[in-house]
Every structure is written in structure tokens, then in C-alpha cells.
């Protein structure tokens, strides 16, 4: 089974940007279908993003509108989240999750593995 391992996140000034790397491990992502999810204090976890196995098809949240991109590394084992004009609204744990689904799969419940989830904090 894969392990993941969130790693990137940090204190970002508004309109900043930041990138936010999944790694994995034991397994290569390329087997699996990729979200990326987020959890802020008081608040449900939810999809920021999700994409194919194959790195063909992705859907992103409407609070996204355009900001963020998924992409991954030519060996399979690492995926970034690159978020660009982060707002105070951004702030909050990132999870990266992958499904055996091989599909765009958008719903927590359909994801098997996931990390322990990094900080972003956009500041005024």
C-alpha cells in the first residue's frame, strides 16, 4: 500500500503563492486516483481538487475559480498542489488522499490512503 507524505505548507501573505508536495511512498501515484483536500478549525474537510491516475482529467472546487494546479513528477512519485493568489479564506490543513479508483473521484469517502496533512496560513 502507498504512503503519503504532505510536506510545503507554511505562513503566506495574502495574494501569495505556495506549492504543496505529496510524496509517496511504498507505491507510485500513478496507480491511484489523487485528491487533495482541506480542513480548517471548526469546519468539515473538503475537496480542493482531485485528479485522474492518468493525469488526464481534474476538477477543482468552486472556490478554487483558476488559482490552483495539479501536477505530478515524469518517476510517479511526488504531486504538487500549486496555489497562487491564496486568501485568508485559504488557510488551513491540506490532506493529499489517493483512491484505487482510477478515476476523478471527488467525494472523502472514496479515498483509501491519506497523509497527515500540512499548515498554509495566509496572513493580512
Known amino acids: 500500500q502507498v504512503q503519503l507524505t504532505e510536506s510545503g505548507g507554511g505562513l503566506v501573505p495574502a495574494g501569495g503563492s505556495l506549492t504543496l508536495s505529496c510524496t509517496a511512498s511504498?507505491?507510485?501515484?500513478?496507480?491511484?486516483?489523487m485528491g487533495w483536500f482541506r480542513q480548517a478549525p471548526g469546519k468539515e474537510r473538503e475537496l480542493v481538487g482531485a485528479?485522474?491516475?492518468?493525469?488526464?482529467?481534474?476538477v477543482f472546487a468552486s472556490f478554487v475559480k483558476g488559482r490552483f494546479r495539479i501536477s505530478n513528477d515524469n518517476r510517479g512519485n511526488t504531486q504538487y498542489l500549486e496555489m497562487n493568489n491564496l486568501e485568508l479564506g485559504d488557510t488551513a490543513v491540506y490532506y493529499c488522499?489517493?483512491?484505487?479508483?482510477?478515476?476523478?473521484?471527488?467525494?472523502?469517502?472514496?479515498?483509501?490512503?491519506w497523509g497527515q496533512g500540512t499548515q498554509v496560513t495566509v496572513s493580512s
Open positions: 488522499a489517493a483512491s484505487v479508483a482510477s478515476g476523478v473521484s471527488t467525494h472523502r469517502g472514496r479515498y483509501d490512503y
Open positions: 485528479i485522474n491516475s492518468a493525469g488526464s482529467s481534474s
Open positions: 511504498g507505491d507510485t501515484l500513478n496507480n491511484y486516483g
